[in-house]
């Protein structure tokens, strides 16, 4: 289902599923494309939807700049060549700051954009990765995080402080001014959890931004809202993706 892929000069681990209008998911930082497997890779029985391995995560090794640009670079190509025209893009967490770079700078391959419990600035995060200690081989994370890490990485487990120092350093950056998809025409959805670790009034900023934006708080989940809630998470998803709902009483959409 899964296999390597050139792009950009790297070979990137991307996976395929279902037929239909193009849906590209970009997962979060530490980890992979099994962000997505018991929610929105469910939304393959309607879309063709794409996920990959962002360079240095996953199957894909650490090669490259290790910037925002880069990875939106890299999403950008995804689109163009697996896609093939423009997709519906969602990402989560830090893929969503890579999603939201896509929609600024290549707004013509973005056909919608979902960020979820994602920001773009540094300060809208109230937890960061930080830099590992010095002589911490696991970088400060959880023993099941290095260890997926170590089993897919082709980078192997030693590298897995090194990914940790250049993630932290990434998250310290922005990715762009609070409004800057202001000027982004497609329809957005910006979803977070109740107890997230992105600012709620970052989340309402952000939708406030744009144009033909929709807002959506996941009552009674955290960070994790993807696993924690999976259906209810694919379902707001799927019917934001489906069609654009009529309001009877519409005041910012007026």
Same mark, same amino acid.
């Given at each position: 289902?899964?296999?390597?892929?050139?792009?950009?000069?790297?070979?990137?681990?991307?996976?395929?599923?279902?037929?239909?209008?193009?849906?590209?998911?970009?997962?979060?930082?530490?980890?992979?494309?099994?962000?997505?497997?018991?929610?929105?890779?469910?939304?393959?029985?309607?879309?063709?939807?794409?996920?990959?391995?962002?360079?240095?995560?996953?199957?894909?090794?650490?090669?490259?700049?290790?910037?925002?640009?880069?990875?939106?670079?890299?999403?950008?190509?995804?689109?163009?060549? %697996?896609?093939?025209?423009?997709?519906?893009?969602?990402?989560?967490?830090?893929?969503?700051?890579?999603?939201?770079?896509?929609? %600024?700078?290549?707004?013509?391959?973005?056909?919608?954009?979902?960020?979820?419990?994602?920001?773009?600035?540094?300060?809208?995060?109230?937890?960061?990765?930080?830099?590992?200690?010095?002589?911490?081989?696991?970088?400060?994370?959880?023993?099941?995080?290095?260890?997926?890490?170590?089993?897919?990485?082709?980078?192997?487990?030693?590298?897995f402080p090194v990914l940790v120092r250049k993630v932290a350093e990434l998250a310290a950056?922005?990715?762009?001014?609070?409004?800057?998809?202001?000027?982004?025409?497609?329809?957005?959805?910006?979803?977070?959890?109740?107890?997230?670790?992105?600012?709620?009034?970052?989340?309402?900023?952000?939708?406030?931004?744009?144009?033909?934006?929709?807002?959506?708080?996941?009552?009674?989940?955290?960070?994790?809202?993807?696993?924690?809630?999976?259906?209810?998470?694919?379902?707001?998803?799927?019917?934001?993706?489906e069609a654009p709902t009529a309001t009877h009483m519409p005041i910012r959409r007026s």
């Amino acid at each position: 289902m899964g296999s390597y892929r050139a792009i950009r000069g790297a070979s990137l681990w991307i996976e395929e599923r279902g037929t239909g209008d193009p849906v590209v998911l970009l997962h979060g930082g530490m980890s992979d494309t099994a962000n997505f497997e018991t929610n929105l890779f469910e939304l393959a029985d309607r879309f063709h939807v794409i996920g990959y391995d962002r360079r240095g995560f996953g199957r894909s090794a650490d090669t490259g700049a290790f910037t925002f640009e880069e990875m939106s670079a890299d999403a950008a190509a995804v689109i163009e060549s %697996i896609a093939g025209r423009p997709a519906h893009v969602i990402g989560y967490s830090a893929g969503g700051m890579v999603a939201a770079s896509v929609a %600024i700078h290549r707004p013509d391959l973005v056909r919608s954009l979902t960020m979820i419990s994602s920001a773009l600035r540094a300060a809208d995060w109230i937890i960061r990765p930080q830099p590992p200690a010095q002589d911490a081989a696991d970088g400060g994370y959880p023993a099941p995080i290095v260890d997926r890490y170590a089993q897919l990485s082709p980078d192997g487990r030693e590298h897995f402080p090194v990914l940790v120092r250049k993630v932290a350093e990434l998250a310290a950056t922005d990715v762009a001014p609070v409004d800057a998809l202001s000027s982004y025409p497609g329809r957005a959805l910006i979803m977070t959890a109740d107890d997230d670790i992105v600012t709620l009034e970052s989340q309402i900023a952000l939708y406030q931004s744009l144009a033909a934006g929709e807002l959506a708080v996941i009552p009674g989940t955290s960070h994790q809202l993807l696993n924690e809630k999976p259906r209810e998470i694919t379902t707001v998803v799927r019917d934001f993706l489906e069609a654009p709902t009529a309001t009877h009483m519409p005041i910012r959409r007026s």
